[in-house]
Every structure is written in C-alpha cells, then in structure tokens.
C-alpha cells in the first residue's frame, strides 16, 4: 500500500516583497508527532500559514491530510486545528464560553460543542479557571487554551506554533507532555513548530529543519540521532604527544582543538575501538566525548544561517 502523507509540498514559494521567505519547499510527511523546528524567523509561522491559506503562496502546490489546498483547501481545514503564535483569544469571553465557540466556528452543534469543550479544558489540564475571562489568565493557561481550541473539533491534524514561548522550564514540561498525548493517545498528527531543539527532541518523532526558508534536514529523530562523523574529542592533561602519535600510527587524522584537547578522525562506529587502542597504550584521558549527532549539528547550523553565518 502507497505511504500516505498528511503534509505534502512541492516547490512552495512565499515572499514579502523582495525577501523570499519559503524558497522551493518540498516536503512529505507522514503522520505522526513532528518537529518544525529552526531560529527566530526562518519561515516556520510562514510555512503553516500558507498551508492554512491564511498567507496567500505565490506558487507551489500543497496538499494537506491528501486533498489539494487549492481545490478543497475549505473542507480539508474542517479537519484541520491551529493554536496561532499570538494570543487568539476573544476578549472578554471567559474560557468555556470561548472554546465552545470555536467549536461552533468550525461548524459543531451547540451542545455537541459545548461537552466537547470541557472534555478538552479537562484534557489540557484547565480546573475551575475555565469560568474565568480568558483576559485574566497567565500565559501558562492562555496557551492551554489555545490547544483546547485548536483539539475542539476532533481534527486529524494540528499546527501547534510556538506553543511552549514565554512559558518557565516547568510550563513548558506540562505542555510539551500533553502535545505528546495528542498523537500518543488520540492518533491525531501534531506539527509542533519551536525555535528550542530541547522541545523537538523530547517529543517528536520526526524533525523538520528549516533555516531562512529552506528545510536543511528532514528525517526520524531516531535516525537523526544515530547519524554522527566517526569523531572524538579527547580530553588530556598529559601525553599529549604520544595520543597524537599513537592515532597517527592508526591513520587516524588528528590535531590539537583551540581548547587544547585532541579532535581524532577514527572511522569507527563506536568509541569502543579508540578506548582500547588508548588504554593498550598506557594512555588514560580525562574525558573521551562523542562528535555531536547529526540533529544538533544541523540545528546549531540552522541557528548559525539564521544569524547570517554560512555553515560549512
Ligand atoms: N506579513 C509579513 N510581511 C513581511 N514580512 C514578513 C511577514 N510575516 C513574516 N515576515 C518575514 O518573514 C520571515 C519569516 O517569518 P516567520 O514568522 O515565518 O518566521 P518564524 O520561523 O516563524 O520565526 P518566529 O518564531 O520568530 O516568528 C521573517 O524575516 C519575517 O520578518
């Protein structure tokens, strides 16, 4: 049977302007819990609008949940919820009233809406602060009920954008371990956009990486994480010379780091092979650390291109 995706991309193109903001997007992702994940303004809130039609693309094709946002861009969003980088809120509404709502919006009976409302406050954890103005409450509660909203009408699919910003370390747990309960429990497909690789890599199974508008990887975390160069950085307060002249002896290339530890090029799989050959030799480091995998060398990347830095 053929995969089937519910994000699918080709060429998708969006400028403001002269910038250019999504450069020939192509991208096809299954369902699941996924991470979009890259710097302060690298297209991310961009890239979900277009796909909601709520920003205009200047070109591409997309099609969501299989269907073509051009043609059927109206029922497909039916199935589709979205909690919105800002506030989204109607002022003066207490909380019920305003999930009940957006339920409504999306074309539920009143009632229906309503029970479904308070299964969702109750999902995302929200007590007797559902009968208070949503105006009053702190940020914590204001993006909870945002994915209250966006969860309302059952959908198959949900943009979540920036849903931990401005939380502490603490509020950001309990929402990130509720994200992860909407695809774990309810098989409903997450996209969860961050700028915080920390956010991504706790609860996503697969990572979206974009950097000034260009997705820059596109895998599982597991195989994401698996990916590293067959590198070491050895850390060694004597022998310096004999650990160089021992990997060179191995043809391990290997030179000196401006912290003063010695980077080795091994071709391993594993760092078993380059601890035996150092402890054969007499040779004990400090600290043997691992060539950072391939998620956060190309995230620190993406940040670096997002800072105006070329990667190498
Ligand atoms: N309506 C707009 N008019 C002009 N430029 C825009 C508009 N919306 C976004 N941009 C620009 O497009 C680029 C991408 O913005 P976008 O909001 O998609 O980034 P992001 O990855 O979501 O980052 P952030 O989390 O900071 O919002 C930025 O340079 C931004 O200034």
């Known amino acids: 049977m053929p995969e089937s995706f519910v994000i699918e991309t080709r060429g998708l193109l969006k400028s403001y302007g002269t910038q250019t ?16 994940l890259g710097p302060n303004g690298a297209g991310k809130s961009t890239f979900i609008k277009c796909l909601l039609q709520l920003e205009e693309k200047n070109s591409g094709e997309v099609k969501l949940l299989g269907k073509d946002i051009d043609r ?4 497909t969003r039916k199935r589709i919820g979205y909690a919105p980088e800002q506030d989204c809120h109607i002022p003066g509404m207490v909380g019920c009233e305003y999930v009940t ?11 229906a809406a309503r029970q479904r409302a308070h ?43 920036e849903p931990t910003n401005g939380l502490d370390p603490k509020g950001q747990a309990l929402i990130l371990e509720l994200i992860e309960r909407i695809w774990s429990e309810s098989g409903i497909s997450v996209v969860l956009s961050s700028h ?8 996503c199974d697969r990572i ?4 000034q508008g260009q997705i820059v990887a596109h895998d599982t975390l597991a195989a994401l994480k698996e990916r590293r160069r067959p590198e070491a950085e050895v850390v060694i307060s004597e022998n310096k010379d004999s650990l160089m002249r021992l990997f060179e002896e191995k043809d391990w290339s290997c030179s ?18 380059l601890i035996e050959v150092m402890r054969d030799a007499g040779i004990s480091p400090l600290e043997v650390k691992e060539s950072p995998n391939a998620l956060s060398e190309l995230f620190l990347q993406a940040l670096e291109t997002g800072n105006g830095k070329t990667s190498a």
């Open 196 to 203: 915080l690789l920390h956010d991504v890599d706790r609860i």
């Open 101 to 111: 709502y957006c339920g409504e919006l999306s074309g539920m009976p009143f009632e």
């Open 119 to 161: 299964e969702m406050l109750d999902f995302v954890g929200m007590g007797q602060e559902r009968y208070r103005k949503v105006d009053t409450y702190s940020t914590g509660m204001k993006q909870r009920i945002k994915i209250a909203q966006a969860l309302v009408h059952d959908p198959d699919l949900v943009f979540l954008d």
């Open 256 to 273: 000196v780091m401006n912290n003063g530890n010695v980077k080795v090029v091994h071709g391993e799989r594993s760092l078993n092979p």
């Open 72 to 75: 059927f861009g109206r029922e």
């Open 208 to 211: 979206v990486i974009i950097a």
């Open 21 to 36: 903001v999504l450069n020939e997007v192509d991208l096809r992702l299954p369902a699941g819990a996924i991470g979009l």
